[in-house]
């Protein structure tokens, strides 16, 4: 996963491994090379921080209840579109 020039992953090899990257699973010895291209590249710097904080608020948006009555009036909803009414 690097290019042999550099011994740092390419752009692309970066991009397609952010989640693997920001989960711990990059192999064995791929953290480092990988930091370092995101510290050296600043438009693949852009792109795992756009990634984390989509993340994040991913993450955060999984935390946030539905209010009782929004809840109640969706199963409603879903139910009467199930039986074939509107």
Do not use: K
């Not at 291209?37 to 539905?66: K, W």
């Amino acid at each position: 996963m690097t290019d042999q020039r550099t011994d740092l992953p390419t752009c692309r090899e970066v991009v397609e491994h952010l989640a693997e990257w920001f989960e711990g699973g990059l192999p064995e010895g791929a953290a480092a090379p990988f930091a370092s291209h995101l510290e050296l590249c600043p438009p693949c710097a852009n792109i795992a921080s756009t990634y984390h904080s989509l993340a994040h608020l991913a993450r955060a948006a999984l935390d946030v209840g539905m209010p009782a009555d929004a809840r109640d009036r969706l199963r409603r909803v879903l139910a009467a579109r199930l039986r074939g009414g509107h």
